[in-house]
T-cell receptor
């Protein structure tokens, strides 16, 4: 496994619940990413934080709220989700938000919205 | 809408053969090209990256880039059953900037049969 960890690994929630996904990287990187991977669809970038500042929001609905308290930790707060939000949510990190920096992925959180 | 296209497969090759995976992209300003491997139920892991036109070899893997044709490929020589996975092509699509925003293709499923 890589130096990027995610918790929980599996999450089942109702549409009215509030939950949070956590990501931690132990690689000394400065950029962190949230991706969504749905069945039969390409990996989709959701948010990017570079040096704790949000630099990308890829038109993500407001029911997803990211938080980056420091360069090692990234959260995704979830509220009033829809069943179509069920997917694998992947966190990644890279040295910086630059085109030639490799992105390292965590194991993902499998989210099911009932 | 910037796109990255891959044949979804499945691509089936016999053990020991060469597997050829292809990817086309729409953003002429793209600077960086990545191939990720994703085993079922696992997160993507980087296997190759290429920035310059031509070939780049790493062990059994060769990445080929042709920016004029907006085409990048991955060759796997002496394919092994352990190479069976989904291969994701990723292209930086930051409009010719150096930012690390990646667009992923939908992936090609490769099966290597004994």
């Amino acid at each position: 496994e890589t130096g990027v960890t995610q918790t929980p690994r599996h999450l089942v929630m109702g549409m009215t619940n509030k939950k949070s996904l956590k990501c931690e990287q132990h690689l000394g990187h400065n950029a962190m990413y949230w991706y969504k991977q749905s069945a039969k669809k390409p990996l989709e970038l959701m948010f990017v934080y570079n040096f704790k500042e949000q630099t990308e929001n890829n038109s993500v609905p407001s029911r997803f709220s990211p938080e980056c308290p420091n360069s090692s930790h990234l959260f995704l707060h979830l509220h009033t989700l829809q069943p179509e939000d069920s997917a694998l949510y992947l966190c990644a990190s890279s040295q910086e938000f630059l085109s030639y920096n490799e992105q390292f992925f965590g194991p993902g959180t499998r989210l099911t919205v009932l | 809408q910037k796109e990255v296209e891959q044949n979804s497969g499945p691509l089936s090759v016999p053990e020991g053969a060469i597997a050829s995976l292809n990817c086309t992209y729409s953003d002429r300003g793209s600077q960086s090209f990545f191939w990720y491997r994703q085993y079922s139920g696992k997160s993507p892991e980087l296997i190759m990256f290429i920035y310059s036109n031509g070939d780049k070899e790493d062990g059994r893997f060769t990445a080929q880039l042709n920016k004029a044709s907006q085409y990048v490929s991955l060759l796997i020589r002496d394919s092994q059953p352990s190479d069976s996975a989904t291969y994701l092509c990723a292209v930086n699509d930051a409009g010719g900037t150096s930012y690390g925003k990646l667009t992923f293709g939908q992936g090609t499923i490769l099966t290597v049969h004994p």
